[in-house]
C-alpha cells in the first residue's frame, strides 16, 4: 500500500476566534486495517460549527486531543475491509476525520441506504445530520400547528434552511433571521419566507415588533447569545424555544452571559425552553430520512449546498463557516468516487 494519507492535526487549542493555524498538514503513508477495521476513503467532509466547540475543551464529547486528527463527520468509500459485515465498496458514513483515509472499527461507521443514486454530500447535509436535526428539532420539540408563527435564527444556514422549509410545508407563518441582506433576499425570494430579518444591519428587537407582531409561537434558536435574548421577549403565551445550537458563542474566548429574563418570562408566558442533540432521535433517523427525501423529490424542501474543493481547504472553510460565509449545507469535496 503506497498512498498517501494527508491530514490535518490540531496544533493547539484556539484562544479567541478561530485562525486556519491552529490545524498543521501533515502526510503519512495510509495503514492496514487489523481485525473488525475497515479503512474508508473520504469523499465528503462536512464542516459544522460544532467543529469550532470539539477543539475547545470537553463538551458534549470528548475535546479533539492536540496533536490528533481533527474530527469531522463525513462520506467515504470503503477500500480496505477485514470485516465481513462492511465490504470493499460500501459507501458509508461516520466520523473519519479531516484526512484522505480512516481507520475505524466496521463498527463505528454506517453504510448509507439504498438511496445512493443521490448526492453524496446530501446524506451530510439535507439527509444527514443537518436535515435531521432540523426535522426532529422543529416537529418533536417545537411541535408547531398550521398559522402559528415560527421564527427561526441562522435561517440560511444549513440547518435553519431546512427548518423554515418545513415549517412553511407545515401551514405556518415563518420568519428567518440571517447576517447579511443577499442571505435575507434567498429567504424570501426563494424559499418565500414571510419575512427575513438582517440581524446586521436592523435592530431585531423593532424588526420583530413589525414582522410578528402576534408574537412568536416556536423559536428555532440555532445562534444563542442576544439574539435568542430578543426573541424571547417577543414569544406568545404557551410559546416554545428550541434550544438547537449557540453559535454567537462558539467562537470567543468565553460565551457572553445571559439571557436575561430566565425564569421571568418563561413563567409569566408559560414557555417551554428545551434542548436537544439529534443523536437522542437515533432511533427514528430511518423515519426522519424517509419524510425529507420525500419532501426533496415533491420540491417542498430545496437543497442549498455550499462545496468547498480540496482537503487543504477545510481550516479556511471552517473560519468562513464561523464568518457567515456560507448559505446552506458547508461541506468538503475531499476526493471524486
Ligand atoms: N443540537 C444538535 O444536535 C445540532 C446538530 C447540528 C447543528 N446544531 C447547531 O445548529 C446551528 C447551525 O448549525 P449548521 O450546521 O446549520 O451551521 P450553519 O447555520 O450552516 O452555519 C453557521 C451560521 O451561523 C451564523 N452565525 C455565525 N456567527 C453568528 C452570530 N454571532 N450570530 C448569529 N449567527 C451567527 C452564520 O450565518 P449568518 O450570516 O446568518 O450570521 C453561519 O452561516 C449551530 O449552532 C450548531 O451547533 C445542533
Known amino acids: 500500500m503506497t498512498e498517501e494519507n494527508r491530514q490535518w492535526r490540531l496544533r493547539q487549542r484556539p484562544r479567541g476566534p478561530l485562525a486556519p493555524d491552529v490545524f498543521e498538514w501533515v502526510t503519512e503513508p495510509t495503514q492496514a486495517p487489523g481485525d473488525g ?29 492536540i496533536g490528533a486528527v481533527m474530527d469531522g463527520f463525513a462520506i467515504g468509500e470503503v477500500v480496505e475491509s477485514r470485516s465481513d459485515a462492511v465490504p470493499v465498496g460500501t459507501l458509508v458514513s461516520g466520523d473519519l476525520g479531516w484526512q484522505d483515509y480512516a481507520i475505524r472499527s466496521a463498527k463505528a461507521v454506517r453504510p448509507l441506504p ?54 412553511k410545508m407545515w401551514g405556518c407563518k415563518v420568519v428567518g433571521i440571517a447576517g447579511s441582506a443577499a442571505k435575507c ?23 420583530l415588533g413589525a414582522t410578528c407582531p402576534e408574537g412568536v409561537d416556536v423559536y428555532f434558536d440555532n445562534v444563542g447569545g442576544s439574539i435568542l435574548q430578543t426573541a424571547l421577549h417577543a414569544m406568545r403565551e404557551q410559546g416554545r424555544v428550541v434550544c438547537c445550537g449557540a453559535v454567537s458563542g462558539y467562537d470567543g474566548a468565553t460565551p457572553p452571559p445571559g ?79
Not at 443514486?117 to 416537529?139: C, D, I, K, W
Not at 408559560?270 to 425529507?292: E, K, Y
Open 259 to 337: 439571557p436575561r429574563g430566565v425564569p421571568g418570562l418563561l413563567i409569566a408566558r408559560r414557555l417551554t425552553m428545551r434542548g436537544f442533540i439529534v443523536t437522542d432521535f437515533a432511533p427514528r433517523f430511518r423515519d426522519g430520512v424517509q419524510a425529507l427525501a420525500k419532501w426533496i423529490d415533491s420540491g417542498h424542501v430545496k437543497v442549498q449546498e455550499d462545496r468547498i474543493d480540496g482537503l487543504e481547504r477545510a481550516p479556511e472553510g471552517l473560519v468562513g463557516l464561523l464568518a457567515g460565509d456560507n448559505i446552506g449545507k458547508r461541506y468538503v469535496h475531499v476526493a471524486d468516487r
Open 185 to 207: 433576499e434567498w429567504l424570501t425570494g426563494t424559499l418565500k419566507l414571510d419575512a427575513a430579518i438582517d440581524y446586521r444591519a436592523q435592530d431585531v428587537a423593532e424588526a
Open 114 to 167: 439504498g438511496g445512493t443514486e443521490r448526492p453524496l454530500s446530501h446524506h451530510l447535509g439535507v439527509l444527514g445530520v443537518t436535515g435531521l436535526t432540523a426535522y426532529f428539532g422543529l416537529l418533536a420539540i417545537g411541535k408547531p400547528k398550521p398559522e402559528e408563527t415560527v421564527l427561526v435564527s441562522g435561517a440560511a444556514g444549513a440547518t435553519g434552511s431546512v427548518v423554515v422549509q418545513i415549517a
Open 37 to 65: 477495521e475497515v479503512r474508508v476513503r473520504v469523499l465528503e467532509l462536512s464542516l459544522d460549527p460544532a467543529n469550532r466547540v470539539w477543539i475547545s475543551g470537553p463538551s458534549y464529547r470528548p475535546a479533539v486531543e
